[in-house]
């Protein structure tokens, strides 16, 4: 069965470093997403992407954040700086067209900021 | 977008059913109920939706109250594997893509 890989599992990095999250979303799906969730907490949105962009971020995707599909297969998450507050697990999800159908998670990527 | 109630916790016996409540009093005629789980350490997992009328697939069944204000998903025999938080999601379709999760329903499976 297809399934959504993120890469890598686990990331630790200093605060002020650049980290980019990376997915492969099952193949024949369009529209892309990242969520994230702080341990313990709610499974939060940030972005999704369609036809090669953003459709709708929220909040939490403020100008550190953004994506990319660099080519047919991968999607990315650059955050530019990291602070402290973007421990978490990051998980990416992909779905077919139109919005609204199911979503297939990643197992997700834990990022630790130091 | 609507909101929807959860109990926070729930227990069960390994091959009992399960009934897990989800109260969503403000849905809207176009709003589809989506039940997602969150088994320990992994990305959530789609599990089951339906509009009207109750669902069955492989993995559960979602049964719908006729006003719509709250539905149930049924695990018919749990296993250990079906411990996991369970999450119930009202999804606009056309509207939004992104999916809402609240704090969902952690569900204990004993042996």
């Known amino acids: 069965e297809p399934e959504v890989t993120q890469t890598p599992s686990h990331q630790v990095t200093q605060m002020g470093q650049e980290v980019i999250l990376r997915c492969v979303p099952i193949?024949?799906?369009?529209?892309f997403y990242w969520y994230r969730q702080i341990l313990g907490q709610k499974v939060e949105f940030l972005v999704s992407?369609?036809?090669?962009?953003?459709?709708?971020k929220s909040e939490i995707f403020d100008d550190q954040f953004s994506v990319e599909r660099p080519d047919g297969s991968n999607f990315t998450l650059k955050i530019r700086s990291t602070k402290l507050e973007d421990s978490a697990m990051y998980f990416c999800a992909s779905s077919v067209p139109p919005p609204g159908e199911t979503q297939y998670f990643g197992p997700g990527t834990r990022l630790l900021v130091l | 977008d609507a909101k929807t109630t959860q109990p926070n916790s729930m227990e069960s016996n390994e091959e009992e059913p399960v009934h897990l409540p989800c109260n969503h009093s403000?849905?809207?005629?176009?709003?589809?109920i989506h039940w997602y789980r969150q088994l320990p350490s992994q990305g959530p997992e789609y599990v089951i939706h339906g509009l009207t009328s109750n669902v069955n697939n492989r993995m559960a069944s979602l049964a719908i109250a006729e006003d719509r204000k709250s539905s149930t998903l049924i695990l018919h025999r749990a296993t250990l594997r079906d411990a996991a938080v369970y999450y119930c999601?009202?999804?606009?379709?056309?509207?939004?893509?992104?999916?809402?999760f609240g704090t969902g329903t952690r569900l204990q499976v004993f042996p």
């Open positions: 999601i009202l999804r606009r379709v056309y509207n939004t893509d992104k999916l809402i």
């Open positions: 992407f369609y036809n090669n962009e953003i459709s709708e």
């Open positions: 193949s024949n799906h369009l529209y």
């Open positions: 403000t849905i809207s005629g176009t709003d589809y």
